[in-house]
């Protein structure tokens, strides 16, 4: 905790929050165990207050306007808004589970994607468009084999081990080859990203990416994030062979950032961030969720919900890329999850996948290839403004 906040501050909250009704939050207890008691150095026992549903922080909002807008790239699906605004009402998430439909049909199988308006209830409304940048700006792949061939696998059980780290850097040192000026990789954890930083360290590959461009980490507190940003942004964008930064996605500089231009040429998604399912908060959140869908037959699953953090994670990360519309990236997803299972295809914008073919599973060096053409074709018409 804090030393600029008050202990007592904290109980005051609590206080409140025990006010809400059962259905808007629950308290849970946190028993430690002995892996636990080891990495945090405490065996205490923590009360944690666990917010549930949502609609009700909106009452006051909702009561003295006559319209709220929710604004983001990465609001859908829809039916997962709706269930964490109107989850009790099995009327509105049946509507909004309908108007997800519709919006598939209206814009993302259409081939023009002009925009979609879909009126789901009186209490909610939805509009989808497209992205202000043409398709001709985004390259999508997906990298489902490193350069050596080795299979792309970053699930927790195997992304750890030397031979996908070792993969990993030769992935990277390739493509350092054809992306100008600023790279950006996301990884799925600050834990995996100390380890590959480790392995790295003690095989030589730190110091042969280095070479290609200049080495730039997220940094742990977040008093140092604008003079990391800074010193990032000056060699991607005046330096000849550029910059590449290492973040996290979930992390500070995953949502809200903004790399645009030379600073972010190429984003490349290593893994997926699923959340850790056996957090208490997301468990109650996950239970929850399947009572509700239980008792009124329609909603989201708790899975259903657990995907979607997931994807939103990943959406927030790519999106950091394209700032305006004359912005063009590389956009590069390594797992091989990414050509493989449609529910994650699924969960991936619109406009990133316009123009690709259904999970697309191309080879590296085809990827390598596609990207270099792409980089010299814009290099070619660049204007002042990107």
Sequence with gaps: MSKHISALSIVETFLERLTCTSQEGKVIVEWPNDEASTSSGTKHSLFRFVQIHSASLLDNMVEDAYAIILAGGTLRPFDHVAAELF??????????????IETTQQYDNASLRPSSY???????????CGHVIPPSNVITSCLSYGPTGNKLDFRHSSRS?????????????????VIPSGFVVFLPSYNYERVIFQRWRSTGMISQINKKKSIHR??????DLDLALSRYSSEACSSKSGAILFSVMGGKMSEGINFANDMARAVLVVGLPYPDITDPVLKEKMSSLDRNYRSLGTGITGQSYYQNLCMRSVNQSIGRAIRHANDYAAIMLADFRYSSDARIWKGLPT???SGVPNQSNSSF??????ARSFFEEKRCHSTPDN
Excluded: Y
């Excluded at 879909?118 to 989808?128: A, K, N, W």
């Excluded at 081990?161 to 080859?177: A, K, P, Q, V, Y």
């Excluded at 060096?365 to 596609?370: E, R, Y």
């Design 87 to 100: 989850g009790q009402n099995a009327d509105v998430m049946k509507a909004a589970s309908n108007g997800e």
């Design 118 to 128: 879909v009126h789901i209830t009186p209490q909610l409304t939805t509009f989808t």
């Design 161 to 177: 081990s030397d031979n996908m780290i070792d993969e990993l850097g030769r992935t990277l040192l390739n493509l350092c080859n």
């Design 218 to 223: 997220e940094p742990k507190s977040s008093r």
């Design 351 to 353: 406009w990133l996948k």
């Design 365 to 370: 060096g085809t990827v390598l290839k596609d």
